[in-house]
């Protein structure tokens, strides 16, 4: 599976990678270098980060779900227990 980016975000990464090779490594690195650095992470470590990111959603999931009979469990025949209750509670 290939991760894309929206144009946007992408302009944005490889200007950000730009700026820490200037800041960081004290080293100027073309914008067409910045875009093939960022193609590089997102075809090999990407799928790494996105794997990590379904996997921590499923166990959240996972774990929603299974509170979903606590959260909105509903006891059976309660009519005949609230008919007895206000019958009591009448003078």
């Known amino acids: 599976m290939t991760i894309e980016l929206p144009r946007e975000v992408r302009d944005e990464a490889v200007k950000s990678i730009e700026r820490y090779f200037a800041e960081h ?10 875009a093939g650095l960022l193609g590089y992470f997102l075809e090999e470590i990407g799928p790494v980060v996105y ?39 009448r003078p």
């Open 51 to 89: 794997n990590q990111a379904v996997a921590d959603v499923q166990e959240r999931l996972q774990m929603r779900v299974s509170e979903l009979d606590i959260e909105i469990h509903e006891d059976a025949f309660q009519y005949w227990r609230r008919f007895d209750k206000a019958r009591k509670a």
């Open 25 to 34: 490594l004290e080293q100027r690195i073309g914008n067409i270098a910045a």
